[in-house]
């Protein structure tokens, strides 16, 4: 049975109240959160031990710098947890990671929340949010898509993950409600001068806004449907590549130190040029364009979370997140597997089962 926090305060306000407790009671080393940079409105992630600097923090800010789940994987274990306060797909992403050992559970205090979605880094960039934010927080209350959001966030129904230690209610509410979903947040929030009561979150809440959602993401699909057009379809899709790997870069769950498409074994190789441009007469630069973006396809299939950071960092706008998730869940459906569900379910390719596979024989 959740807990749920009863305050009159703003959730923003408890939720700030909530991190200072964590901080001055010594249960956590630091807070993870986005933080202000500018009186503009940009923000970064910034991680915090000084109380007197969460006046910084803007933790549900509609805003994903990078993919907090990457960043929290790159974390060594600290004296104590680290609180974080990060959305439904960099939650997920982080479980993801767990299972390939590149990170651990333990080692945070995870707080999310409903989400409305996230403006593009190009908004940040020129500090366009800030005129935005009061259409977005209408939007929210109101449980529609707020306008302006990433593509991938407008077709996203994986909105609520409720198995995290802490989750806010804030889509569809009037005022933001705090759950407390695990016995790590209760010890944790002892002497927390608030008081609770027991309480499940009604997921029924999200009806409006996943049906939304769910037309939006049969649009996009329809778009980018290759099954009559094949590889020709493929190509016409990422055919404007310009090999920059900034997709590759900003991905969550691609953790290796060197990717293979980085390394040497890609180089131009001239005695290989030389031998297909005799067959051929001509040749696409930079080369393997294609064969990148199917090779991290291949990869990606059980593992994309749709938070949309590949597509908004490509200069040459290919709709990269769009043909990731499509693909991910055509693969990951067929296993009813979802990226980031459940830390315990463990991933299609590491593990066999012999009914799924029947028309093999015996």
């Given amino acids: 049975m959740s807990k749920i926090l009863k305050t009159n305060k703003p959730v923003e306000q408890t939720l700030n109240d909530l991190l200072k407790h964590l901080l001055e009671s010594k249960q956590v080393s630091a807070v993870f959160s986005l933080r202000k940079v500018n009186k503009k409105g940009s923000v970064d992630y910034g991680l915090i031990s000084d109380v007197n600097k969460l006046d910084e923090i803007a933790p549900l800010h509609p805003m994903m710098p990078a993919n907090a789940g990457q960043l929290l994987g790159r974390f060594t274990p600290m004296e104590k947890p680290v609180v974080a306060v990060v959305r439904p797909c960099e939650f997920r992403a982080f479980v993801e990671l767990v299972k390939r050992e590149q990170g651990k559970m333990d080692n945070f205090l995870f707080i999310t929340f409903s989400c409305g979605g996230v403006f593009t880094l190009k908004d940040n960039a020129e500090d366009k949010i800030k005129n935005k934010l009061d259409g977005y927080w209408k939007s929210v209350k109101n449980s529609t898509i707020p306008e302006g959001v990433r593509n991938a966030c407008r077709s996203c129904e994986n909105i609520a993950p409720l198995n995290s230690d802490i989750f806010i209610s804030l889509i569809a509410e009037e005022s933001g409600k705090i759950y407390l979903n695990s016995e790590k947040a209760e010890k944790m929030l002892e002497g927390f001068e608030t008081e609770t009561e027991n309480t499940e979150f009604d997921p029924t809440i999200l009806d409006t806004i996943l049906k939304e959602r769910a037309a939006k993401k049969k649009e996009v699909f329809s778009k980018i449907d290759t ?23 900003v991905c969550p769950i691609c953790y290796c130190t060197l990717c293979d498409f980085d390394s040497f074994n890609y180089d131009y190789n001239t005695p290989i040029m030389e031998k297909e441009l005799a067959e051929k007469g001509a040749l696409r630069l930079p080369p393997d364009t294609l064969f990148f973006h ?25 709709p990269v997140a769009d043909v990731f998730k499509k693909t991910g869940e055509d693969t990951a459906g067929m296993f009813d597997f979802v990226a980031g569900r459940d830390v315990e379910e463990a991933i299609p390719v590491m593990i066999y089962k012999e009914e799924e596979f029947p028309e093999l024989g015996e």
């Fill in 227 to 249: 099954k009559e057009t094949g590889l020709d379809g493929l190509i016409d899709i990422f055919g404007k590549c310009i090999g920059c790997h900034g997709c590759n870069t």
């Fill in 294 to 318: 199917l090779g991290r396809l291949s990869h990606m299939s059980f593992s994309c979370v749709g938070c949309g950071m590949c597509s908004d960092v490509c200069p040459a706008l290919i």
